[in-house]
């Protein structure tokens, strides 16, 4: 069980918490990055911050270099650089540095305990696979690492001897789960999903939804690009994908149910048939201090769930008829190779054109089938290989949307 060993092999005792453990924050300005910084102000003198990015928010990123001071912050826009480096003359203590290549590099650095990854999509990645290299642990909230090069990433945990700790909360829940059970073998672990802003709606209903309409989650606060991953499931598709690598699944061990009031954030069940739950108030602060802290349990002021407060949980079957990104995802997860990088890029246009109003709610599945169906599939894809899968997918698919484009107007 190659995933179980993520989870269990790598554990510390509470003594070795006695220094600031000190991290690096990749996307410190986004939903994840903001909700961890709250995290590390209500726990002083537990953490350090020794690096800070952002790819465009510059005066945000400002603003925390202030507040945290960080060796280094680093902001993915090029062009965006001089401004940070003008607003942070006055504290030249903090290096300023721009790009892919710095974010790489940055996280290598030897003062660095653990990695927070917070960033958005497929950007997530070389900077991960960076840091693992260089013996880092990885606070994991880019589901996107796992769904691109899941193998890879396992094989590379267990090369360097990090430990991959889940942020996102169904991969948390699970991971609280497994706490203690190394070993009993699962039967299978069921992800909870709100069902998002449109469900119980039909597939004929879909079709005129907004962007608008989309980007209002019921539950959670989030960023746009994952609301309406939410909202289409392929965020619950991506998260299946996630939680083969995480924990070492079969693919028929994977199962998804829809709970809309987000308090039950996943389950396992062993082969006893004991079915074990993590609960809690949907707030990603809690797996995120976890994930930071592990294996302790920090005191902290969250607001607590009460059981008076939602005296009716239910659940409820996907409608995979309505949300095809589901589906899709399951069908990559099971062909492997590259189709899950295939899947994720046409995902990350396809979201990207909806929010531009150049693709409808609906027609960002098409495309992604499309891509699925066009762009070379490869069984046994080395990193290279998924960073050109990446870039060909992405040409192919943008393609594919000025083409619509076009016969629209015509």
């Not at 607003?87 to 903090?94: E, G």
């Not at 994991?140 to 360097?160: D, F, P, R, Y």
């Not at 995480?246 to 062993?270: A, K």
Request: aromatic content about 6%.
């Amino acid at each position: 069980m190659p995933g179980r060993c993520l989870a269990y092999c790598f554990m510390l005792s509470a003594s070795e918490f006695s220094s600031p453990v000190t991290l690096a924050l990749l996307g410190s300005t986004g939903s994840i990055g903001t909700q961890a910084l709250d995290v590390l102000r209500a726990q002083p003198g537990r953490f350090r911050v020794a690096v800070l990015t952002a790819q465009r928010q510059w005066q945000l990123l400002v603003a925390q270099a202030r507040e945290f001071r960080p060796a280094a912050v680093v902001i993915g826009d090029e062009s965006l650089r001089g401004a940070v480096q003008a607003a942070l003359h006055d504290l030249p203590q903090i290096e300023v540095l721009a790009g892919a290549q710095a974010l790489a590099e940055v996280v290598t650095r030897p003062e660095i305990n653990i990695v927070l990854t917070a960033l958005v999509g497929y950007a997530g990645l070389l900077p991960t696979v960076a840091a693992i290299q260089a013996g880092k642990d990885i606070a994991l909230a880019n589901k996107e690492t796992l769904v691109v090069a899941g193998q890879l990433i396992t094989a590379l945990v267990k090369q360097h001897g990090v430990r991959l700790l889940p942020v996102d909360s169904e991969h948390s829940a699970i991971f609280q789960c497994l706490v203690g059970e190394a070993h009993n073998p699962i039967e299978k672990i069921i992800l909870t999903a709100s069902g998002g802003p449109f469900r119980g709606r039909s597939a004929l209903e879909l079709e005129t939804v907004t962007k608008a309409q989309a980007l209002k989650h019921p539950n959670w606060d989030m960023g746009a690009k994952i609301t309406i991953d939410s909202a289409s499931l392929m965020n619950k598709g991506l998260e299946v994908i996630e939680a083969k690598w995480l924990f070492g699944l079969r693919d028929e061990q994977i199962d998804v149910v829809v709970h809309p009031q987000s308090i039950i954030h996943s389950l396992v069940q062993f082969q006893d048939g004991s079915l074990k739950a993590q609960l809690g108030l949907p707030d990603m602060k809690l797996p995120i201090q976890y994930a930071l802290a592990y294996p302790q349990r920090l005191p902290n002021q969250f607001p607590r769930f009460s059981f008076l407060d939602y005296p009716n949980l239910s659940f409820e079957a996907p409608d995979y008829e309505a949300f095809p990104n589901l589906e899709l995802a399951f069908g990559a997860m099971r062909r492997g190779g590259n189709a899950p990088c295939i899947l994720n890029a046409a995902n990350e246009i396809a979201v990207a054109a909806f929010l531009r109003e150049q693709l409808g709610f609906r027609q960002m599945s098409d495309l992604v089938a499309g891509c699925l169906a066009q762009v070379s599939y490869l069984a046994q894809p080395l990193l290279d290989d998924l960073v050109a899968t990446d870039a060909e997918t992405r040409r192919y698919a943008s393609e594919s949307i000025k083409n619509y484009e076009l016969k629209i107007k015509n």
